[in-house]
């Protein structure tokens, strides 16, 4: 049985991680499939709720419209990530955070499921499913703390009403976090792409920031992608099978 060559490129992909200052991560839905959360773009059971699309159910007019039906989305969807547990690719994008001169993560996931991996500093781009924030004072609090049968529920520092933390359609990225990331992105030597169809701007944006600034580009994405062409490396394949294979 001749001995299967395991592909250089993950060799090749170590060596360049060993020698990396500043790596840079974007993951999107795909990077939590393997722990059983249902992508955007990928059919299943989100991508249509009631009868409403998602980019219908989860956005600022429906918010405007129906607060309760936007809390009643997100109670549903918290039901699904309650069972979710991070994936081998979560765990190995934690281990990185103390592998690197710097190493910048950023998500579009609101799942929570990078910090539950014991990432820190996690740049959540699109806010985060399990915090809500308040429509007068701004005050946020982690869901888990409010009285799930309040809906919506009333903020403690100023009696307002309170909305899920998460940046709904036809919503701004809350202030500074995509600023941010595109400052590191910017700064890095090597950027990984994982999981996102990269359809979605501003964070769409952000491999083509690092490539500007020349950074070796690796998608990790069993489909290809709009920035597929712009990559230097792109493997097919799930995040949660090829991520631990760059240890290194
Ligand atoms: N490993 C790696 N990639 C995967 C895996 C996997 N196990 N499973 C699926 N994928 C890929 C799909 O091929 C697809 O390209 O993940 C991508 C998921 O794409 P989307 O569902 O469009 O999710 P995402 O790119 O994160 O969407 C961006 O759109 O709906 C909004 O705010 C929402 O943050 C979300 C944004």
Redesign the pocket.
């Known amino acids: 049985m001749p001995v299967k060559q395991e592909p250089n490129i993950y060799e090749e992909l170590r060596e360049r991680l060993r020698s990396a200052r500043h790596v840079f991560a974007l993951?999107?839905?795909?990077?939590s499939?393997?722990s059983g959360v249902p992508?955007?773009?990928?059919g299943g059971d989100t991508t249509v709720w009631k009868g409403m699309p998602?980019?219908v159910i989860?956005s600022a007019g429906m918010l405007a419209r129906d607060l309760p039906a936007v809390w009643e989305w997100f109670d549903y969807r918290r039901g699904v990530l309650g069972h979710c547990q991070p994936n081998a690719?979560h765990t190995t994008l934690a281990r990185w955070q103390d592998s690197f001169p710097r190493f910048t993560l950023v998500t579009?996931?609101?799942d929570g499921l990078h910090a539950a991996a014991g990432s820190r500093d996690v740049l959540e781009?699109?806010g985060n499913a399990w915090r809500a924030r308040c429509l007068g004072c701004g005050w946020r609090e982690d869901v888990r703390h409010l009285d799930a049968d309040e809906r919506p529920p009333v903020c403690r520092a100023c009696g307002e009403a309170m909305r899920p933390d998460?940046?709904l359609?036809g919503e701004m990225l809350p202030a500074g976090v995509f600023e941010e990331a595109a400052m590191r992105a910017s700064e890095c030597d090597l950027c990984f792409v994982?999981?996102?169809?990269?359809?979605?701007y501003p964070?769409?944006a952000l491999p083509a920031e690092a490539r500007r600034a020349g950074a070796y580009l690796v998608e990790?994405?069993?489909?290809p992608?709009p920035l597929s062409e712009i990559c230097d490396m792109t493997i097919r394949?799930?995040?949660?099978?090829?991520l631990p294979r760059l240890e290194f």
């Open positions: 993951t999107g839905a795909g990077v499939a393997e992508t955007f773009r990928g998602f980019d989860s690719a579009q996931n609101v781009l699109h998460v940046v359609f994982v999981g996102t169809s990269a359809i979605v964070a769409a990790v994405n069993p489909e992608t394949g799930l995040a949660g099978e090829i």
